[in-house]
Structure formats: structure tokens, C-alpha cells
């Protein structure tokens, strides 16, 4: 209980994601962009689609030919000729002419819209009987109405999407700038864990957390690097700790939840070079006794020894600050939320933020959240749980039929 | 409108999802298994933790030992030993007897739950004063409480998220049982595509869907393979066609949108080996021309011209068959939704599923959306919408102020 007094709000921890530079700027093939963060603004080197296009099966006319044109009065056109997809037409429209068109084709000069096969009759190879009034523009896309050249198309900071790889396949961008991919260190300690290939003997159990963190780094996008278990002592810790904040961009060392470790973990970081702790503990539950450390400008996160809080500590407070170091600028809709409303009543202590885990349930009445009970050390919590449901700092609990907002683990 | 009556509902075409068989399985490393798709159930082989864990810093003892314990009338016990982290005990507790413990460490015989040492103070080397009452099993995981041996742990068709890691590494599977990641084969046609590094000529535009798709699929956890630019004619669609069915687990064929091009691309896949045209026509705007066949038990779409109605009928109906054929057995809570309000009117027609592009907005009464206007033809729709909000069948349009379901374009 000690030190109380130093427990931060997530929102303190948050605030200090600026003291941490963004990686080095980099470039990828498009191919490998997907996911990745764009690192400086792209403007439109030509207009797109560059020409008028048609988005019908029809012909191209000047609008003013049909003026007036209905089924008992059609309009009378003379088809000019074809414009064939894919190249320039050799002929411009007229009033009174027609070119036949498909959809994505150039409109000959002269034709500002297009009128529908439908509303069409051809009386013979040139002679075209029109039903319908067209307007200007009308299915035509416009030499810039896609993009104008010099017009900013993506913004740097900017997560890569599908749609994004499209459009700079669009203006021909086959290498893209993006920021570097982060190299995060996982380290476990505590001389209870055994490697995953081997048999626990008595007391002792396999390494979770390595590999659920290094799970979770992939699906930040970043890439996990292992240097395995560190036994409870001073001095095998440090060197390690030192190692990997040379080697990667931060750094994840879990585990050490009781007392004694957690002395050695602050003492082993308190001698690393450029270092400074700036968080004991953290006002989340589960995931309290959280470490954040920095040397040589990186951060240093002690995770707690339970898979369930590290795992928690991680997508709610590590995981910002690895979007942030890629040099995203906003990933304001990427997590996946549902409403539902919780089926029993659920505590919370005032004075932290709670993550309860959820099962979801389809019901005839929406969505229903199921409260996971168990405790934060049994990893079958999280593996049962469809979400999180978040109950504030200064709530003491939720009541049965609340409205929540369940953020998915997915 | 000579195939109107053809037009599959997406609930019809769901239905035929289970004409497609579900990949080969495999076995991938551990770390290489998160995101993949689990093929068999898996047993637990032990229980798990697999003995007596402390949850807390503190003494283990017998729980009766403490009865009736307070501040003013400690309970006073003789400390046995210290339960070392990783061993088992080589003592046992009785009643009036205390053991050191750390948290995670193993309980010695005959002690049965953990106080917590703020709750005590010894006295001197041997002597404990106990200040509060336990219960059994406080501040204790049972040896089978995670999980027991034989309990299933992970059923088959479970997509593998970092916790279902987590929980491979706790019992030691260093390889995973998992179904084949489909290989996607991605073609497209259009006289007036060129491939993305060539400048195009005039009425010529970049191929942008080829590289758009490979994208989608890779967010699916499938693996894309590019065909190419195929010009309009039925024996080099034809040629290809087979090739790419041939090599892969699914088709992608987009381009096409004018009638002669959606003439000839039916005709090629109307003589595959054992080919059916399944659907022409799916009832979802934009996207409606989409076509579904298979040829040797495989599907092959095709998709339209347009980059946004593509991506629209792959997110909506693609998408569920990569799930299928992937073994996925339940996507139910993989969507990212958020709900919001609708900022103005939306028009819809009867009779189709209309996916209108939005931008989502925090407000201080909570998420907007704003509908985005603009041509299907248009990629920046896709670029500045956050995501999609359905209008169903039989509904006319959506008024201002209207709750939705926003899902996520991530």
C-alpha cells in the first residue's frame, strides 16, 4: 500500500505517449502496404479518372439533343459512330448525334451525358429514337471528379486500408512511405515458468504470457521478438532489459507480480541508462501494479504476472502507445464496439476503471452481455469472453439491464 | 432487365455457401497460428494450473486457523516454512501453522487458502499475527479450476485469438491443428485497364481492382494471387479462367460491368469443367450485377467494374464463403460496428439491400453519420467513409435522425 499515493489514471498514462519519438520513415511495395501507417501526405499527380467516363450502356449525346424527348414524342438522333473502351474516340457529337458507349468508356468531345441503352431505339445503323429527357452530366463521371491533380488523396499518419491501396494503384504508386514497423520485446520473469516445450515439474507452469503478447503485437501490426524467460534476479534482468531496449523499439517485460520481484524489475530498471520510471501502478483493475519505464527514449512496460491482466494492461494502455510510435494519427473507429445491455448486476470499486469480461448473447431483445466470473489469474476467462465492458473511475458498479458498450476481442 | 427475375437474394446466395467443401487441414507453428482457424477440438491433457496456486502475496494456512480473527483479537500462528516460487513445499501446514507464500507459487499440503500479508505482521522469525477471518480457497486458483483434464478446451472452427494462444502455449502445443489459409486467385478484365506501373493512354485508367481485392484478402487471412489484366475476348478469359480455378480455392473476376463484357465473361465460365452459373444478379446496391458460379466444386465471382461496388459485394457476400471454406464456424462477434445517427435523409429503393457509404462524427450527443454522396464509380466514397449502413429490403429510406449500425470499414 506503500505506494498508493503513486497510482496514475489511464488518462495520466496517455498523456505521456508524446515523450516517446515516432519511428523512422521507411518505404514498402504496395503489395506489403496494407495495415501499415502512411508517412507523409500524398497529392493527386493527374486528375482521375483523367477523362469523362461513362458508368452506362447507352450513348453519348449533348443533353439539348433530348430536351423534351418522351415515349410519344421521342427524340431523333443520327449515330455518329462508336467509342470503343479504352481509347479516344476520333469524332466529336454534334447536335442531334449520338455515339454508341459502354460503361467506363470515353465520351467523344462534344457529348456532356449519357442515356441509357433502356431508354433507347435504334431504327437503323445511324438512325437512334431517344425516350427520355437526359440532364447534363448525367452517367458521366467528370475528367476530376474523382480527384483533382494536386489535391491531397491521403493524409500522412494515415492507416492503409483496402480502399487506400487502391487508390494509389490508381495514381501508379508502386512503393509507398510509411513508418517502420515496431520491434517489441517480450521478456517473462519468475522462476515458476518452464519454456512451452517443456513439462512443468511441480509448482511450476508454461510461459503464457510470451506468446499471448506476442499475439497481440502481431495484431497491433508490430513485430513480437522473444527473448524468453529471465530468472528473478538483479542481474541476469538488467542485462537482458539492456539488451532488448538496444535492440527494439519497446519493451514488454511481464510477470513478477508479488513483492520481491517487482522490487528486483524496478531496481533492474532503475539502472538502465537514460532511464526514469514514470508510472507504479495504474488505476485499471485487472492490471494495477503496471510499470512504465523509459531509457534511451523508448518505453518499458512491466506487465503483471496473470495473462488476463496482462492482456488487459495491454490493449488498454500499451497498445496506444505502440499506435502512436508507428505514427498513426488517428485510430478513432478501430475498435470494434457493440451495445448490448449486461444480464446481472456488477461491482466496481470507485476509484479505478474495471474491465469486465463478457460473453454475448443474440436474444429477441438485442443483444445480451453474460459478466465472465473468475478470477483475473485464470486465463479461461478471457478465452470465454466475446469482449470487455469498461465500468468508470468514479462508478461503483453497473446494474442488471444496464446499456453497455462492449469493446470485441477479436 | 431481360434477367430481372434472376436475381438471388444475399440470403439466397448464403444458402448455397454449402456447396463449397472446407479447405484441407494442416499444422502451423504456434506463432504463426494466431488469426488461422482451428481444425480440430482440443482436450485439455492435464489440469491446468495443475496444483494449489497462491493469487496474492501473503500466508497460506488452514482457513479454520483464522476464524474469529480481527484487529482487536488476532489469530496467532507459528510459521512453518516459506513456499518457494516453482517448488512444491517439502512441508506441510497443520492447523495453527503458517507458510510464506508469493504470489503464483504452490501451496504446501494441508493449507488451503492464502492471507494476505497486508492483513498479518509477524511478530518475529516464527510468530504470525492474522487480523481477519478466511475463507477456504480465498486468494487460491484450484489445481483444476482453469481448466480439467479432458474438458474441452477449443472446439474446431475457432478462429485463434491471442488469449486462444495463450492457452495452446499453457499446455504445451507447439503445433496447431489448423485449416488451410485459401489461396485467392484475383483477375481482371476491361479493354481499358493498364497494369498499375504504366501510365495510361487515353480513356485508359490504372487497373486499381486487382490490387484492391489482394488487399481485402489479405485482411480475411486468405492469400491473394494476381492473374492480371485479361483483354475482352472469351478464349483469353477462357484460358485463364481454368488456369486460375485450376490453382486456387476460390475466383475473383472483376471488370465487366458493360453487357458485351458480361456477355462473354458468362460464356467463358459457362464451358468450365463441371461449371454452373449459380447466380446473376444479387439484390444489394451498389453491386447488383454480381455473378456467382463454380466450376470442380470451386466459386468463382464475378465481380463488378466499379471499385466501390466490388469492394461493397466482396465485404457483404465474398466474404462469408472465404469464412466457409476457411472452417470458420461462427463470425458472429467479428464485425466492427458502432451505432450512430443518421445526419440526413436517405432514399433507398424496395427490393434491393442498399449500402450507403458513411463518415462518422463524435458530437456531444454521441456518433453521427454522415451519409457520403457520390457515384459508385468514385473510389473516394470508399476513401473518406469510416464505414457502411445497411438499408434492408423492404425498407424505403432512412430519415435524419434514424439510429444505425455502422460497420466498420477497418
Redesign the interface.
Known amino acids: 500500500?506503500k505506494d498508493f499515493f503513486k497510482v496514475a489514471t489511464i488518462e495520466q498514462v496517455m498523456s505521456l505517449r508524446n515523450r516517446f519519438p515516432v519511428l523512422k520513415r521507411t518505404t514498402v511495395p504496395?503489395?506489403e502496404a496494407?495495415?501499415r501507417i502512411l508517412s507523409e501526405s500524398i497529392a493527386a499527380p493527374e486528375n482521375?479518372?483523367?477523362?469523362r467516363?461513362a458508368?452506362m450502356?447507352g450513348y453519348a449525346v449533348r443533353a439539348a439533343s433530348t430536351f423534351g424527348a418522351s415515349e410519344s414524342n421521342p427524340a431523333y438522333l443520327t449515330i455518329a459512330g462508336t467509342s470503343?473502351?479504352?481509347?479516344?474516340?476520333d469524332f466529336s457529337i454534334g447536335n442531334g448525334e449520338a455515339a454508341r458507349i459502354?460503361?467506363?468508356?470515353?465520351l467523344p468531345d462534344g457529348a456532356d451525358c449519357v442515356v441509357m441503352?433502356?431508354h433507347t431505339e435504334a431504327m437503323d445503323a445511324t438512325t437512334l429514337e431517344i425516350y427520355k429527357s437526359a440532364a447534363p452530366g448525367q452517367y458521366v463521371?467528370e475528367p476530376a471528379?474523382?480527384?483533382a491533380k494536386g489535391d491531397i488523396?491521403?493524409s500522412e499518419g494515415k492507416r492503409l486500408?483496402?480502399?487506400?491501396?487502391?487508390?494509389?494503384?490508381?495514381?501508379?504508386r508502386?512503393n509507398v512511405p510509411v513508418f517502420g514497423r515496431p520491434v517489441i520485446a517480450v521478456i517473462s520473469t519468475?522462476?515458476?515458468?518452464v519454456p512451452?516445450?517443456?513439462?512443468?515439474?511441480?509448482?511450476?507452469?508454461?510461459?503464457?504470457?510470451?506468446?499471448?503478447?506476442?499475439?497481440?503485437i502481431?495484431?497491433c501490426g508490430a513485430e513480437p521478438v522473444s527473448y524468453g524467460i529471465v530468472p528473478?534476479n538483479r542481474k541476469s534482468l538488467a542485462r537482458i532489459l539492456e539488451a532488448a531496449v538496444e535492440a527494439s523499439d519497446m519493451v514488454l517485460l511481464s510477470g513478477g507480480?508479488?513483492?520481491?520481484?517487482r522490487d528486483i524489475a524496478i531496481d533492474a530498471l532503475s539502472n538502465l541508462p537514460e532511464t526514469d520510471i514514470l508510472i507504479h501502478g495504474i488505476s485499471i483493475s485487472p492490471g494495477k501494479p503496471a510499470i512504465l519505464a523509459t531509457s534511451r527514449q523508448k518505453a518499458i512496460w512491466g506487465l503483471p504476472?496473470?495473462?488476463t491482466s496482462t492482456?488487459i494492461v495491454f490493449l488498454k494502455v500499451v497498445k496506444p502507445f505502440i499506435h502512436h510510435i508507428s505514427g498513426a494519427a488517428d485510430m478513432?473507429?478501430?475498435?470494434?464496439?457493440?451495445?448490448a445491455r449486461l444480464s446481472r448486476n456488477v461491482a466496481s470499486a470507485q476509484g479505478r476503471v474495471d474491465y469486465i469480461r463478457v460473453k454475448?448473447r443474440?436474444t429477441e431483445d438485442g443483444l445480451v452481455a453474460d459478466p465472465i466470473l473468475g478470477?483475473s489469474?485464470?486465463?479461461?476467462t478471457?478465452?470465454k469472453?466475446?469482449?470487455l465492458v469498461e465500468i468508470g473511475l468514479n462508478v461503483e458498479g453497473l446494474n442488471q439491464g444496464a446499456a453497455v458498450e462492449v469493446e470485441?476481442?477479436?
Chains 1, 2 share one sequence.
Open positions: 500500500m504496395l503489395s496494407c495495415g482521375l479518372p483523367g477523362f467516363r458508368t450502356d470503343r473502351m479504352g481509347e479516344s474516340p459502354s460503361t467506363g468508356a470515353m441503352v433502356e463521371i471528379e474523382d480527384f488523396i491521403l486500408r483496402a480502399q487506400e491501396i487502391g487508390l494509389l494503384a490508381a495514381f501508379g508502386e519468475g522462476d515458476e515458468l512451452m516445450m517443456e513439462p512443468p515439474g511441480p509448482g511450476k507452469i508454461r510461459d503464457i504470457n510470451t506468446h499471448t503478447l506476442a499475439a497481440l502481431q495484431e528473478d507480480s508479488s513483492v520481491g520481484v504476472g496473470h495473462v492482456m478513432l473507429f478501430q475498435t470494434s464496439v457493440r451495445s454475448l443474440e478470477k489469474g485464470l486465463i479461461n478471457m478465452v469472453a466475446d469482449g470485441l476481442l477479436t
